[in-house]
C-alpha cells in the first residue's frame, strides 16, 4: 500500500500538470453570446492549473476566471475536463508499489493485480483526487476574491482628505473682504435660497480654512445634480464646515441656463469662499454642464482675487505705440478648486435609517445627497461605517453589503462578505482612529465608534448615553471650568477610566486597555 505522502506528492503533480478544458453545454451554447457573464469561459483550451493556484492580479486574473468557470458548471452551462500526463504516473506508481517481486511479472497474480488497481484508480482514487485538487482550487480563488473586495473598502475608507494649500495673507484678506462685500447685498430667500447669517459668522482664518496649515480639514462645497430621468428635483449646491455640519445651501438653475447657473454659483463663491467644490458624478451631461459652469465660474473668481490682491502685477499694459495689451496673466493662486466626485457611497448614505432619522426632514433628496457627498470626501470612514447594521439584525451588514468592492462581489457568500468586512471597518478605524468628543456632539460622527477595537455596538451606545449623562449633570451643577461641560468634553484618556469629576467609571480596567489607544480627544 502506498503511503500517504505518495498520495500528497501525485496531488501536486495533479496540480502541476493538469490540463483544463471547457465547452459549452446545449443549453450554454444557446445562452453564452456576448456580452454575457460567462462569455469567455465557456470554451477554454489547454488551461493550465498551476497558474490558477499561483493567480496574479489585473484584469486576466486566472483564479477569478476559474470562480467563473466553476459556477457556470454549477448552472450546467458549462462542461469542464481535467487531463493531462498524471493518470498514467498515477497507474505507473500503483504498479510498481504492488507488484509481488516473488512472481514473474506476466503472471496471472500480477495481471489480476493491474486489472484491479486500475479499475480502482479509474472508477475511485482517480476522481477522487481531481475532486479534492477543484475544492483546493475553489478555495484559493474564493479567498483571492474575498482579498481583493477587502482590500478595495479598505482603501476606500482610509483615503486620505483632499490635500489644500494655504494661501498667501494678501489673498486670505481679499477673500475676507469678499464675503463681508456679498453679506451685506445678500438677502433671505424662503424659497431654497441663501439663510440668514450673522457678520462674524466663519470670519476667522483658523475657522475658514484660509489658515497656514494646509492639511487640516477645510471647509467645503458639494453640488448635487440628480440623475437623468429621476424625479429627485433642482440641483443644489451645499456648504459644510470642517466638521460636516451644514452652513448654507443654494437651488441651481437648470443647467442650460448657463448664465444665471453662472450667477447663482459666483454669488455662492463670493458668499462662503470653500476651498473645494465637488459635483457628483450620476447626473449624466447635466454634472458635466454644471462643472464646466463652475470651472469658468472659479477660474473667474480665483483671478479676481488675484487682481485684488495684487493690483501691481494686473496693471493695465500698453504697447509702444499705446493700444492696450490683453493680459495674459491667469490666477497668482488657486483659491478654490473644482473637481468631480463618486456619488455611490454617498447616495447610499443619504437613503440610510440614520441619515432618515437624524437630518432635518425639510431637507429634499437632493440636498441630503450633497450634504452626504460633502461628509464622504472629507471622512469616508465615518460615511461608510453609518452604512453598517450589526450581524444580529435583520439585515447583517446593512447598506455596506450595497457598496460595489468588485464586479465579483455576488460570488461569495453574504455571510463571508459581512466577517470580512466588519474585520476591515475594525481594522481601518484602529488606523484612523475615532474622535470621541467629535462624536458626542455630531450625530453623524458616532458611527465609528462601535468598530473601536474592545467596544462594538452596544458598548458604544452605552458609553455615549454615559458620557452625556455626566457632562449634563457636571454642566447643571457648573463645576469645570469657564466653557460649559457639554461643549469641553472630554480632555484626556483617564476621563473614560475614573469617570468625570468622580461620577462614577465609564470604562472597565479591560475595555479600557483595549480601546484607549484607538481615541482621540481633540477639543471641539
Request: net charge neutral.
Amino acid at each position: 500500500r502506498p503511503s500517504d505522502v505518495d498520495y500528497r506528492l501525485w496531488w501536486r503533480t495533479v496540480e502541476r500538470e493538469a490540463i483544463l478544458d471547457s465547452e459549452p453545454t446545449r443549453n450554454g451554447a444557446r445562452l453564452i453570446t456576448f456580452p454575457h457573464e460567462f462569455y469567455g469561459v465557456h470554451s477554454l483550451q489547454d488551461m493550465p492549473l498551476s497558474i490558477v493556484a499561483q493567480a496574479e492580479n489585473g484584469g486576466n486574473d486566472s483564479a477569478l476566471k476559474y470562480l467563473k468557470l466553476c459556477k457556470a458548471e454549477s448552472e450546467r452551462l458549462v462542461k469542464v475536463t481535467i487531463r493531462g500526463e498524471f493518470e498514467a504516473r498515477f497507474l505507473e506508481r500503483m504498479y510498481s508499489v504492488s507488484a509481488d517481486d516473488t512472481t514473474p511479472a506476466d503472471s496471472d497474480v500480477n495481471k489480476l493485480r493491474r486489472e484491479a488497481i486500475e479499475m480502482a484508480a479509474k472508477k475511485y482514487l482517480l476522481p477522487a483526487a481531481v475532486r479534492h485538487e477543484r475544492t483546493e482550487l475553489l478555495k484559493k480563488s474564493r479567498e483571492h476574491l474575498l482579498q481583493l473586495c477587502t482590500e478595495k473598502l479598505e482603501k476606500i475608507a482610509t483615503q486620505a482628505a483632499l490635500p489644500m494649500a494655504p494661501v498667501t495673507p494678501e489673498i486670505a484678506a481679499e477673500v475676507r473682504k469678499v464675503r463681508r462685500e456679498r453679506k451685506r447685498r445678500a438677502a433671505p430667500d424662503g424659497s431654497g435660497g441663501y439663510s440668514d447669517m450673522s457678520d462674524d459668522d466663519q470670519d476667522s482664518d483658523d475657522e475658514d480654512g484660509y489658515s497656514n496649515n494646509g492639511n487640516r480639514l477645510q471647509r467645503l462645497a458639494a453640488v448635487f445634480v440628480p440623475p437623468e430621468g429621476s424625479k429627485m428635483g433642482k440641483a443644489v449646491i451645499v456648504c459644510v464646515d470642517a466638521d460636516g455640519e451644514v452652513l448654507d445651501h443654494h437651488n441651481l438653475p437648470k443647467a442650460r441656463n448657463r448664465e444665471d447657473l453662472k450667477a447663482s454659483l459666483k454669488a455662492f463663491l463670493e458668499l462662503w469662499c470653500p476651498r473645494m467644490v465637488l459635483v457628483n458624478t450620476s447626473g449624466g451631461m447635466d454634472s458635466e454642464n454644471v462643472y464646466k459652469s463652475l470651472s469658468y465660474t472659479i477660474q473667474d473668481f480665483n483671478k479676481e482675487l488675484s487682481v485684488r490682491a495684487f493690483p501691481d502685477e494686473y496693471a493695465p499694459q500698453v504697447d509702444e505705440y499705446g493700444n492696450p495689451l490683453v493680459s495674459q496673466n491667469g490666477p497668482r493662486e488657486m483659491v478654490v478648486l473644482c473637481d468631480y466626485a463618486d456619488d455611490t457611497i454617498a447616495s447610499l448614505v443619504a437613503r440610510s435609517d440614520v441619515v432618515q432619522q437624524n437630518i432635518s426632514p425639510t431637507y429634499g433628496p437632493p440636498l441630503r445627497a450633497a450634504i452626504c457627498l460633502a461628509r464622504f470626501v472629507q471622512r469616508p470612514l465615518m460615511s461608510i461605517c453609518s452604512l453598517w447594521k450589526d450581524r444580529g439584525s435583520s439585515s447583517p451588514g446593512g447598506l455596506v453589503m450595497a457598496v460595489r468592492t468588485h464586479a465579483m462581489q455576488n460570488y461569495l457568500s453574504p455571510g463571508t462578505l459581512v466577517r470580512a468586512f466588519e474585520r476591515v471597518l475594525v481594522r481601518a478605524t484602529a488606523l484612523v482612529g475615532c474622535d470621541l468628543n467629535r462624536a458626542l456632539r455630531y450625530w453623524h460622527m458616532e458611527s465609528t465608534l462601535q468598530f473601536v477595537p474592545g467596544l462594538g455596538a452596544r458598548k458604544a451606545r452605552a458609553l455615549l448615553m454615559q458620557i452625556r449623562a455626566q457632562l449634563s449633570a457636571r454642566k447643571a451643577r457648573g463645576s469645570g471650568s469657564q466653557y460649559s461641560g457639554s461643549d469641553r468634553g472630554l480632555t484626556c484618556r483617564e476621563d473614560l477610566r475614573d469617570g468625570l469629576d468622580g461620577m462614577g467609571i465609564l470604562l472597565g480596567e479591560r475595555v479600557f486597555n483595549n480601546a484607549c489607544s484607538f481615541l482621540l480627544f481633540k477639543p471641539v
